[in-house]
């Protein structure tokens, strides 16, 4: 079994990456995703969204993390796979999963789910472009407004050479809406050759096994789980008890250093705040730390309100 790290944009980024790994059995990370639109994107682009790159494409706890484009053009999707591959990316994932209406009105992300050739063209590209001795990657959902294409679009990107699939499983107009459809995910799992990945509504060690047996995947991804258990990994793939709150509490702590230190500072009210969102899915004191917080806008209250816990 691999435990893999979603891709959450405007979550988890370099330093939640860092944080987690350290506290997890993570076999791999996914970075955000790098837009791409119809040119070859600068280095900078690169080490922002994946800083990574330099110490080896490994987070400090010795994590390898994918590189994951977003774009619809499969030429210029391709030339930025191998500039990011010369850069040091270990593999590159592409986006057909974001739901986000922003993302899919210039048809990015689960918008192109509707295109099963354009999937293939596009994985083709990547592939072609990407050194062979690296993976390329997707990750999609089961359709779009039905549940209905995911089998097509599947075929289509194993056959232009993807190396792995991760399957969020529910659609785009699902969004996240409970339930997951881990059982569709098995006709994926039945059709490939390659090795599939569930995602979607795993939020303890219990879920984790249901979603394995039914979508006949080994390997899980975890996303908003990992946010609401810090070690929900560490849950599923050690046996470990689940968090207490004190220590839940002593990470966000850790969590405001690294934060405040890096250079996303100027937006850690807002960090935290949409952490402590997710963090009260699993803990009441979660709540109730964020009503004391929700109107603070200065870092010093917020820390300080931390600190008094």
Request: proline fraction near 6%.
């Amino acid at each position: 079994m691999r435990l893999i790290l979603a891709p959450m944009e405007g979550v988890l980024d370099h330093l939640m990456r860092d944080l987690l790994t350290r506290l997890n059995p993570f076999d791999l990370c996914v970075t955000e995703f790098i837009r791409v639109v119809d040119m070859r994107l600068p280095p900078r682009v690169f080490y922002r969204l994946c800083p990574e790159l330099y110490q080896g494409c490994r987070t400090p706890a010795g994590t390898p993390v994918r590189i994951q484009l977003l774009g619809q053009d499969p030429d210029w999707l391709a030339e930025n796979a191998a500039q990011a591959c010369r850069l040091g990316a270990q593999g590159i994932d592409l986006n057909f999963g974001c739901p986000a209406k922003t993302v899919n009105r210039h048809r990015g992300g689960a918008a192109l789910l509707n295109d099963s050739e354009l999937l293939y063209r596009i994985a083709r590209a990547v592939r072609a472009a990407v050194p062979a001795s690296l993976p390329v990657s997707a990750k999609i959902r089961l359709g779009v407004d039905e549940r209905d294409s995911y089998l097509e679009n599947s075929l289509a990107l194993a056959e232009g050479g993807v190396s792995e699939l991760a399957v969020h499983a529910r659609s785009k107009k699902d969004g996240y809406r409970p339930p997951a459809h881990w059982p569709l995910v098995a006709d994926i799992r039945r059709a490939l050759a390659i090795p599939v990945v569930v995602n979607g509504e795993i939020w303890n060690a219990a879920q984790a096994g249901q979603a394995r047996r039914e979508s006949h995947c080994q390997d899980l991804m975890l996303g908003r789980g990992a946010l609401a258990l810090p070690n929900l990994a560490a849950t599923i793939g050690r046996g470990a008890a689940p968090m207490a709150w004190r220590q839940v509490v002593a990470l966000l702590l850790d969590y405001s250093a690294m934060e405040i230190a890096g250079d996303k500072g100027l937006y850690y009210p807002n960090r935290i705040k949409q952490w402590l969102s997710y963090l009260r899915l699993h803990y009441p004191e979660a709540q109730a730390l964020f009503g004391r917080i929700r109107t603070l806008k200065h870092t010093a209250e917020i820390r300080q309100t931390l600190a008094s816990l």
